[in-house]
């Protein structure tokens, strides 16, 4: 469900092309399953090719990285590798809300009522394996580089940022900022109106920086009393938190008393939970070190057979957005960046 | 603290305000002994504005401690328009950290002011092995000429001429200027030097102060970026640099 920092973090509004020239440590599986999600038909089912095959994400992407290349960004994708077993649980969770999802689906679907079918349809969706992989190599084909992550993709994309490698990381999860990613994107996407999954309504998405140096300053904590602060409200691994603890009660309960084991307030439920596994998974987490982050060139014959022949997209709508691509590299001027040094 | 400064007309702030506006939204200026500092850069880092406002160049200044104050471009512009040309106008800033502008005789107006997240922006490390200095007039004149069949201006100097080319889809052009031609006052060449550079960023500074420099002087090295210099009456220099097109 992802961790409720919203309200502690400062958060600054920006925008994509201060990203130019910037590598950007993305959060694959984060990415992907919005993909999943909201590109989806008016029945509320993923898009799909002439074989039946999902292709939502492959569309997303497409989409999304024209916009980024255009832009200058460097965007790195960073999936997931296993789970910490303390996440089953959250896992469990997540696979009965897709399951009870899909009931409540197909009995909207034969009750005729479509509007509540596509709100369910939004909540079934599933990223197998091999779509990762379809990912993965589709990303190739525009010379983005993938990172597979031993365990949680944010830890090794958050790694990326504190040694230098990547500016920033992107998620619409906090968890980053445990992970101690020093700046966290979110809604890395152009600013513009969006549809709300499961909401009739749409709101104005503007990408915004979370920099943890300053979120702490603010906070006035160190980066273990943050993490402390996320057990208390609860993290994917220990999905329910405490009860009756917000963020504001959890920043103050540690504020006061420094670490989680001197509230005395929550000893008997902290008893229940392994808390501090739960630390070393946010402050010693397993990632990958990359020798060297490599963008190679867009093969653009590549990406027009594999969408057009085998995925059923509209030769003219890919050429299109292509094209806008081509234009814009071809148009670049260098930043001066390298004349500073 | 007692800082103010107090110029002898509105052109000066309309200029300098227009120039910035080109790059970023907001903008934070630094008042010293000296006169008053900007410094910026658009948000993909392409173009950068630097201008140095000597105190000799105002009706009056006083400035006893640094400081920096930052405004929204679009919410400072507006205000200045209110002005006639030969409006003074007194910038100084409240003990509630409000901007206090007084334009001409009976016009006063209080400016909120934004905290600035600017940092220091350094200069461009650069040897410029070619300086074209050409009228302001003229200079105009070549990037519109260049546009009709081009998005990219290239120079090309050497001792005996400048050429400013551009080339797109539908042709190309281009305009010599020999040395001693009354549009350029100035060819110094110490290289043979080739650069292109993009004619959007170009135009919009050009127009933004183009008219009211009597001179644009070009620096540049082949392939490195681009400094254009705007001597403006009563302001002194505004140095634009530009980074070149990547060449493909």
Sequence with gaps: ?341 | MVFSAKTGGSEEWKAVISAISTLVEEATFEATGEGIAFRGMDPSHVALIDIAWPNSAFEKYVCDADVKFGVRIDEFSKLIKRSDKKDNIEISISEDKLLLVTIGKNKKYKMRLIESSATDTPLPKITYNAKVGVTSAEFDKILGDIQVVSEYLSINANPTKAEFSGRGDSGEAIITLEKGMPEMPELEIKEDSNATYSLEYLNSIVKAVGTVAGTVVCEYSSKMPLRLEFKVANIGRIHFYLAPRVES
């Design chain 1, 1 to 341: 469900m992802g961790l409720d920092l919203k309200q502690l973090c400062v958060r600054e509004r920006t925008n994509l092309e201060s990203f130019t020239s910037k590598i950007v440590a993305i959060d694959a599986y984060n990415a992907i399953y919005q993909f999943l999600s909201i590109i989806r038909g008016p029945d509320g089912l993923p898009l799909t090719d002439y074989n039946g095959k999902i292709t939502s994400h492959i569309s997303g992407l497409f989409y999304r990285n024209i916009n980024f290349l255009s832009l200058g960004i460097k965007p790195v994708y960073v999936f997931d590798g296993r789970p910490p077993s303390l996440k089953s649980a959250e896992i469990q969770r997540r696979k009965q809300v897709k399951k009870d999802a899909t009931i409540k689906y197909e009995k909207a679907i034969s009750e005729g009522n479509y509007a509540e079918a596509k709100k369910f349809a939004q909540q079934t969706s599933v990223l197998r394996d091999d779509m990762v992989e379809e990912s993965k190599k589709f990303l190739e084909l525009f010379g983005i580089p993938s990172i597979q992550a031993p365990s949680e993709g944010e830890a090794t994309a958050a790694h990326l940022t504190t040694t230098g490698k990547a500016y920033a990381s992107a998620s619409q999860d906090f968890d980053s900022m445990l992970f101690g990613t020093k700046r966290l994107v979110r809604n890395f996407t152009n600013s513009g109106k969006r549809k709300l999954p499961n909401r009739n309504t749409t709101i104005e998405i503007e990408p915004e920086i979370i920099q943890l140096d300053k979120t702490l300053t603010e906070l006035g904590v160190t980066r273990e009393q943050l993490v402390d602060i996320g057990i208390l409200i609860g993290t994917d691994f220990n999905p329910d938190g405490f009860e009756r603890i917000g963020p504001k009660t959890a920043l103050k309960m540690i504020k006061d008393h420094g670490r989680l084991e001197d509230v005395s307030q929550i000893q008997d439920k902290l008893s229940e939970i392994d808390y501090q596994q739960i630390r070393d998974i946010f402050l010693k987490p397993q990632v990958v070190d990359v020798p060297e982050i490599k963008f190679g060139d867009v093969d653009y014959g590549g990406i027009v057979n594999y969408l057009t022949k085998e995925r059923s997209f509209s030769l003219d709508r890919v050429d299109t957005s292509l094209n806008r691509l081509k234009k814009a590299l071809e148009k670049k001027s260098q930043n001066l960046e390298q004349w500073f040094k």
